[in-house]
């Protein structure tokens, strides 16, 4: 989705921009193409080794000013490093990238056989995948899996999980995926392998709770006039946007029946996309991922 989100953020070739989940720098390398070198391009990702490959493919681009490790739920903390505090646009594409996606030895996908890791940051000292897997009680376990993975066999999963615990610990994704297909037969298989470890990976990284964290955040990052574009790929990530967007749109938040406001509170945002943006084709075509990509974006208000 660079070409849209490229295209609904970057309103000034000479801005301030942050991109806080820059990945292996692909979002950062379309903006600097989109800016002049007087523009200033700020990067986070809490995946170290992402970074890395971020700041060598960005090496020649002078707009590029700094690609750090971090999580962006401490952004306020981070941009105190920095010249520019205030930005023309933020992005967040929220979620794991191709490559974690494809690297066996991350642990995020049931397609290959590695460690059941699922840490967007390696040197987090856990939860691993494994540690909630061989630990969590059965209640918690169908929780996991019905909150995170809208899974509706999560009871059934929970107690064939635990009942295989007493053989000894589940520790790879093969193991683990061998479970979810015993229970779950076809036509469901698929859907539940993806739904299950989807849920697993949101567990073990946090995530619905880091995407609130960080709205506000990003928010009070913007200069006025300012944009704030979020990617999600399922549908728990796009409501949180989209309640955050309509809530910040509408500022009042007194009840319907209230006849007079008295809560005070102003709109904060306008909506640049009334509807979310969707992957044209093409982009479906070259990447099978971008199928799920839903792009968001507002702006901020200027009074
Ligand atoms: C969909 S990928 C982004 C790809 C990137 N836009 C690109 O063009 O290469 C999502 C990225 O968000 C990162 N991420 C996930 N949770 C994060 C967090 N709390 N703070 C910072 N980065 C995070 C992941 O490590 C991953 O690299």
Known sequence: MADQVVRLLVTAPDGAYLDLTA??????FWMAQATTSTARLYGVDVD???????????DKEQAVRDVVHASYAHIDQIVTRWPDQRFTGVLLDLGLSSLQLDQAERGFSHRFDGPLDMRFSQD??????????????VKRLAEMF????EEKQAARLAKAIVRERQDGMILTTRHFADIITRVVKPPHQA???????????????????HIDIVLPKA?????????????????????????????????????????VCTCGRKPTLSLVTRKPVEATEQEIQA?????????????????
């Open 23 to 28: 990945g292996d720098g692909g979002h950062l």
């Open 48 to 58: 170290a080794a992402a970074v890395k490959r971020a700041k060598r493919r960005l």
């Open 124 to 137: 987090a000292p856990g939860p691993t995948a494994a540690d909630l897997i061989n630990t969590l009680e």
């Open 146 to 149: 019905r909150e995170f993975g």
């Open 191 to 209: 859907k539940s392998l993806a739904r299950i470890f989807q849920a697993l990976r949101i567990a073990v990284n946090k995530e619905l709770d």
């Open 219 to 259: 928010l009070a990052l913007l200069q006025p006039g300012g944009r704030l574009a979020v990617i999600s790929y399922h549908s728990l990530e796009d409501r949180r946007v989209k309640r955050f967007f309509q809530q910040e749109a509408k500022g009042c938040i007194c009840p319907p029946r209230q006849p």
């Open 287 to 303: 990447n099978s991922r971008a199928r799920s990509a839903r792009l968001r974006v507002a702006e901020r208000r200027t009074a």
